[in-house]
């Protein structure tokens, strides 16, 4: 089992930039696929970016492609969301997950993960 605690929300204005962390117990953080959601208020909880065991593959949500980049650090059971050009639509709490199987097909499904953090909220001014 996996405990996750994500930081480094807040507010910031439009066009600026936060980077988030999720942090992982455990000795077995490099088997787990990672993966960062977001839901804001009346949405369903939707995907945002997911990083491979050996961060060889990234996967970007549409909306976020380009601006946002994932990354992961095995040897300090850490995962970053980088976020650049924000805009007000990026406004939601994100969660990072962790999934077990490496080879999941609906990596872009919150149902595929296994473990979740508590969330950060992300608040972008206009």
């Known amino acids: 089992q996996v405990q996750l605690v994500e930081s480094g929300g807040g507010l910031v204005q439009a066009g600026g930039s936060l980077r988030l962390s999720c942090a992982a117990s455990g000795r077995t953080f490099s088997s787990y696929a990672m993966g960062w959601f977001r839901q804001a208020p009346g949405k369903e909880r939707e995907f945002v970016a997911r990083?491979?065991?050996?961060?060889?593959?990234?996967a970007y949500a549409d909306a976020v492609k380009g601006r946002f980049t994932i990354s992961r650090d095995n040897a300090k059971n850490t995962v970053y969301l980088q976020m650049n050009s924000l805009k007000p639509e990026d406004t939601a709490v994100y969660y990072c997950?962790?999934?077990?199987?490496?080879?999941?097909?609906?990596?872009?499904?919150?149902?595929?993960?296994?473990?979740w953090g508590q969330g950060t909220q992300v608040t972008v001014s206009s």
């Open positions: 990083i491979s065991r050996s961060s060889g593959s990234t």
């Open positions: 997950a962790a999934d077990r199987n490496p080879t999941s097909v609906a990596v872009t499904r919150a149902y595929v993960y296994d473990y």
